[in-house]
């Protein structure tokens, strides 16, 4: 196998790489890993984006904040258990959006 900077040839088939935080273990299949991988990953693409909170008076803010926080908690008790690195990952990524949606609103505490 060699990398380029052009295009394989015609007998040549594609190579499916596994990113590098894929979490791999030696003693098992790097097929069957790469599944588990992007089948997580699928699953976790697939949950409903966080919302953007409503401006429109302070206490639907205060409900927003309240809201935030209980899925920050949530998301930490998630992650106290043990994980696989794309399923931390995707925690992690959602509780910094839960985060900075709670600075660009001023919630207090």
């Known amino acids: 196998m060699a990398y380029t900077d052009h295009p394989c040839g015609a007998d040549s088939t594609p190579l499916d790489l596994a990113p590098p ?57 998630i992650t106290r258990q043990p994980l696989t690195v794309p399923m931390a990952e995707h925690y992690r990524e959602r509780r910094r959006a839960l985060m900075d949606e709670r600075f660009s609103i001023g919630c207090n505490g």
């Open 21 to 77: 935080s894929a979490g791999l273990r030696p003693d098992r299949s790097y097929a069957e890993q790469l599944a588990r991988v992007r089948a997580e990953r699928s699953q976790h693409a697939a949950s409903p984006p966080v919302a953007q909170a409503s401006r429109t008076s302070a206490h639907d803010e205060r409900q927003r904040c309240a809201t935030i926080d209980a899925g920050i908690r949530q998301i930490d008790a």
